[in-house]
């Protein structure tokens, strides 16, 4: 007995149906029958902004598929990028600095990765990152706590191991 093969938008519709459905009637002499038509979209944009990879004219271009498979491999060819100046919130004299983000992923697009692309919020990001370490280590360790309770309570204490560290640094 043959087994009548099932187109694939059959077997999605049984596995997980489709958001849209297009259908139309077809007369066949007395009776109507329905058909539906596959839902495909097509999009015409330049998708990859200030992009330092040379992209072909848009009449040469070839539509690309895109899923959620492939998409990360479409992102890498196309290496979308924004660049710009931003006003400089996290400075009291104010002023502008340079912005460039590239994205070669979905993954590009967390707020840890754009973060990683700013210098000044990287730095921000890294003074978190070492005082959460700090505080860690403080936690069970009543040592430390109390040596840097002292240290902040003596204002020349700290102002004798800023002027140490900052000898250490220039040499």
Known sequence: MATKRQSVQKRLQKVRPPRVQLTYDVELGDA?????LPFVVGVVADLAGQS??????????????????N????MKGLAPRAAYQVENKLDQ????FAVDLTFN????FSPEAVVEQIEPLKRLLDARTKLADL???MAGNSKLEDLLADVLNNTEQLQSLGQGAGKKDES
Request: charged share 55%.
């Open 105 to 108: 992923s979905m993954e590009a």
């Open 135 to 137: 505080r860690n280590k």
């Open 71 to 74: 998409l990360d491999d479409v």
């Open 52 to 69: 330092e990879v040379e992209q072909p004219k848009l009449k040469d271009r070839k539509f690309v598929n895109v899923d959620r498979d």
């Open 93 to 96: 004299r104010g002023g502008t």
């Open 32 to 36: 109507i029958e329905k058909k539906e």
